[in-house]
């Protein structure tokens, strides 16, 4: 039976649909039969981060209303035949999808994946709760910046309302120089404030903010693995900004 993970922030902007999208790479890059949904009715784009937009036949709505079954809905991605992305509203993006509907879709799904990872939108409004609501676990993924922190706090605490069985922390667009000159909250830190388990840091610089899901970097591969086999390994982005050289990428750094 897969498990459903929804990846929310409350906030946009942070990386929430990146983390989600690579996370799903990674797992399908070690076997695993992995969907990925987009539950964003209004500013979906699962299927343009992933390049298979062109794909598309089916999406939840056509599912939902009785055009295809879900399993017809299901885009392979070519370089991960394991992983399937299931679009949210292509067809007609001002229905209205009930949490009962979503929750009916996904279940059917349920015995055939290992993971199903659920794609929230940003905010706290209706979609957020939709999203919530179908899901077992979630991921919250946050930056060191005050505003997110403070979005990711109220998201916290709306979930304490859902009976998720585990919420776990992903810190992103970490900055290794200025963590290294302790001029940045470090994730440790960041954990500790929003009282939760942290599975995950990413470096600001790492590629999977140009939508480049083939190059698996060693902090996604920390994250993968910390949610594949229950472990809470922290990938060091200071390392490259430590000793002689170190000293030399942080001014470099600094100056551009």
């Known amino acids: 039976m897969a498990r459903k993970i929804v990846v929310t922030s409350g906030k946009g902007g942070v990386g929430k649909t990146t983390v989600a999208c690579a996370l799903a790479c990674y797992l399908a890059s070690r076997g695993k039969n992995v969907v990925l949904c987009d539950a964003d009715f209004g500013l979906n784009n699962i299927d343009v981060a992933l390049g298979v937009e ?3 036949t089916f999406d939840l709505v056509d599912v939902i209303e009785g055009r295809c079954r879900a399993t017809q809905a ?5 370089a991960y035949p394991t992983l399937k992305i299931l679009t949210s509203s292509h067809s007609a993006p001002e229905r209205y999808v009930s949490p ?3 929750k009916v879709v996904l279940d059917s799904l349920t015995p055939k994946f290992d993971y199903i990872f659920i794609d929230c939108p940003a905010g706290i409004d209706e979609g957020f709760h939709r999203a919530i609501s179908v899901a077992d676990e979630a991921i919250i993924v946050t930056t060191p910046r005050i505003s997110a922190l403070r979005d990711a706090d109220k998201v916290i605490t709306l979930l304490k309302s859902y009976r998720l069985k585990g919420v776990s922390l992903v810190v992103n667009k970490i900055r290794g120089d200025l963590l290294a000159s302790g001029e940045s909250l470090s994730p440790e830190e960041i954990a ?3 009282r939760l388990p942290l599975i995950g840091v990413i470096p600001e610089e790492y590629a999977i903010y140009q939508g480049d899901f083939s190059s698996l970097h060693g902090a996604l591969k920390t994250l993968g693995n910390n949610l594949l086999l229950g472990k809470n390994k922290t990938y060091d982005v200071t390392r490259k900004y430590r000793g002689f050289w170190g000293s030399i990428r942080k001014a470099v750094k ?3």
């Not at 299901?74 to 070519?78: G, K």
């Open 254 to 256: 600094r100056s551009i």
């Open 74 to 78: 299901l885009v392979s991605h070519p």
């Open 100 to 102: 009962q509907a979503l």
């Open 54 to 56: 062109n794909a598309v």
């Open 192 to 194: 500790d404030l929003l």
